[in-house]
């Protein structure tokens, strides 16, 4: 997934940071992922036996991560996918809302493949009792569906006309993990009041950074996931979502410093690009007023999208790192 803010290329650098300050043993450690987007921060340190605690606002998010953190060992997998990839097409929510071919006036994804995802869908739901493979299931379709999103990059917008990817006929693949045997735990909060109710040894905080939206970026996904009724508003079709406060000016430095004020963590480390809302200095400031800070970076190319592909603009992602008294 061409995922914003994705830290797929930094985890080296945020493994090595992390063990300098923590230790390299964290088999014993709880390990927070607040903002836990597709989940590839929370997979890989459970791959170092933390314990993890993830969260994130969206709903497709936490589909994702209850998948990769809470799947386990699954004996049945592959002919499960074979059983629903062989489901007839049917038109449904995705079709009608999203496809150019029902009239709607969007072409997020080709008529073939709406109508693929909503026989898939559908399919999916009769595993809802079953919660592991359910998850399971749901997550791969999300990953699979995106593969052929007509979009540039995220779904703020569609393309006018049909990209070759999103010709390619969608078929359902299982989701890519690796199973852990620890007792994580997940959840779907705000993370400024899930804070309070929740401890452990490293808080890993990747907040939004600018004025994207995750909820109006990525809402096909949460469509998806939800596969409910509601009215798709404007030209894309978005549905409902919650504003974030770290994406606007006024309000990012306060939710971050309740954050960092709040946490029952030992050691805090926060992702945070250097064209954010809140310059360095300001976030340097205010951590230092909770315990013994530092701060490391590193050059990391901007997030692309489908149509600037060519950019190789590079900037700055720091991670700062508080030992909290």
Do not use: W
């Amino acid at each position: 997934m061409n995922y914003i803010g994705s830290k797929a290329k930094l985890l080296p650098f945020i493994h090595a940071t992390i063990e300098a300050f923590v230790g390299q043993d964290l088999s014993s450690k709880v390990f927070c992922d607040l903002f836990a987007g597709s989940g590839i921060v929370g997979h890989s340190f459970a791959q170092k036996r933390c314990t993890i605690l993830s969260n994130d606002l969206e709903y497709y998010s936490y589909v994702l991560n209850h998948a990769l953190l809470l799947t386990g060992e699954l004996d049945d997998a592959s002919n499960i996918i074979t059983l629903l990839n062989e489901l007839p097409l049917k038109e449904g929510l995705m079709y009608h809302y999203y496809c150019h071919g029902s009239g709607s006036g969007r072409n997020y994804f080709s008529d073939e493949n709406g109508k693929k995802i909503d026989a898939l869908r559908q399919g999916i739901e009769t595993y809802k009792k079953d919660e592991k493979r359910y998850f399971f299931l749901l997550a791969s379709l999300l990953l699979s569906a995106d593969k052929v999103a007509n979009t540039a990059s995220v779904y703020s917008a569609f393309l006018k006309h049909l990209k070759p990817l999103a010709h390619v006929p969608l078929s359902l693949e299982p989701l890519d993990y690796q199973p852990t045997y620890k007792s994580h735990q997940i959840f779907c909060e705000d993370a400024n009041v899930l804070i309070s109710k929740i401890k452990g040894d490293i808080l890993y905080l990747d907040p939004p950074y600018n004025r994207r939206q995750y909820g109006a970026n990525y809402h096909i996904l949460n469509t998806i996931a939800h596969y409910d009724q509601f009215d798709p508003k404007g030209k894309t079709g978005v549905r409902s979502y919650e504003s974030s406060s770290f994406c606007k000016p006024i309000t990012a430095l306060h939710a971050l410093e309740k954050l960092i004020q709040e946490a029952q963590f030992s050691y805090i480390f926060l992702s945070y690009n250097d064209e954010g809302l809140i310059v360095c200095e300001e976030i340097a400031s205010m951590m230092k007023k909770y315990g013994k800070y530092n701060n490391v970076k590193i050059p990391h190319q901007r997030f692309k999208s489908y149509q600037n592909r060519l950019s190789k603009r590079l900037n700055y992602e720091h991670l700062h790192i508080l030992e909290k008294i």
